[in-house]
């Protein structure tokens, strides 16, 4: 895998700062009073890497992923062994996997999806590779609703990381008047054991990392809508019940006390909202449901 030493934008940035196990940066929810001048919206869909990569630790402590975009962000000196057996680690996967394309199967799906957020008004979807300029933004003159994601194995190769910002921007306005992060942890696929891990990812032909892959972008995909519905009744994070649990966080295999709200339930897995705002689909095996106690109401105080 060749890594692209390139200078990420801001916008690329803030994902890389999400996926290094740091907090993402607080949601914006879109004001009902912006919709009326959404009459055309432009629709951008990121996604640099061209195939999966892994995170390594890196020495400054957390997680970067290797193979691509924030090759540049590792200290050569400390990490290069780090990152070579990384790469070195999952070539197998990439061996039996090379045919699948995400960021072609997330823009189908945000497609599907913006077309069924009517009020949006956004006609296709638009997905490169390409690291949008700095000065992008600049020129627009129409909205822009941009999503941005990164991929990869966790730290010890168990679970599959997918990460989407995304952001709206109106002509002339320096802040995007929404952000979101969505965030999706595949089923371990063994226990935390690297070698073991990337073996059964790349067994029959990669079926389980195809089998993530395809439901990480139908958990994005029902995320965005969560957070922008259809029938635009935008959702508050002042409304709703709150509980506490613990959580196995596979980017640090370490367990994590959460305050979150529970916005959808299957026999699998939970999305939830977290303080912040920003949404996580979590698969259940990774958390604690003896662990779920209600939060109480007096905990709200100065929520966004």
């Known amino acids: 895998m060749a890594q692209r030493c390139r200078i990420l934008p801001l916008v690329l940035l803030l994902v890389a700062v999400a996926v290094a196990g740091c907090t993402p940066p607080v949601h914006i929810a879109l004001d009902p009073k912006v919709v009326p001048v959404l009459t055309k919206v432009d629709c951008k869909n990121v996604v640099i890497e061209d195939e ?15 193979g691509g975009c924030l090759g540049a962000a590792i200290d050569a000196s400390v990490n290069k062994t780090r990152s070579r057996k990384a790469e070195e680690l999952v070539q197998p996967l990439l061996d039996q996997t090379s045919d699948v394309d995400l960021r072609g199967q997330l823009g189908e799906a945000l497609e599907f ?8 008004n956004i006609d296709t979807v638009r997905s490169t590779a390409a690291i949008p300029h700095p000065d992008e933004l600049k020129g627009i ?17 168990y679970s599959l990381d997918m990460t989407t910002s995304a952001r709206l921007w109106l002509p002339a306005e320096k802040k995007a008047v929404f952000l979101g992060y969505f965030t999706y942890f595949s089923e371990p696929v063994v226990d935390a054991v690297e070698e073991d891990a990337v073996e059964a990812w790349a067994a029959n032909g990669g ?4 089998a993530a892959v395809t439901e990480g972008v139908a958990e994005i995909a029902k995320m965005v809508r969560l957070d922008l519905p259809p029938d635009g009744n935008l959702p508050s994070i002042k409304q709703g019940a709150w509980v506490r649990l613990k959580y196995l966080n596979p980017r640090t295999n370490a367990d994590v006390k959460w305050r979150v709200q529970v916005l959808s339930e299957s026999t699998d897995r939970l999305i939830l909202r977290e303080e912040g705002g920003n949404l996580w689909s979590i698969p259940r095996s990774l958390l604690d449901m003896d662990s779920i106690k209600d939060s109480p109401k007096a905990d709200q105080d100065g929520l966004r």
Do not use: N
């Not at 999966?52 to 290797?66: K, L, N, Q």
């Open 207 to 210: 079926a389980a990392y195809r």
């Open 141 to 157: 003159t129409s909205p822009l609703l941009h999503f941005s994601t990164a991929y990869f194995l966790v730290p010890k190769c």
């Open 113 to 120: 999806t913006m077309q069924d957020i009517e009020w949006l």
């Open 52 to 66: 999966v990569t892994v995170a390594v630790d890196i020495s400054t402590g957390g997680s970067v992923w290797v």
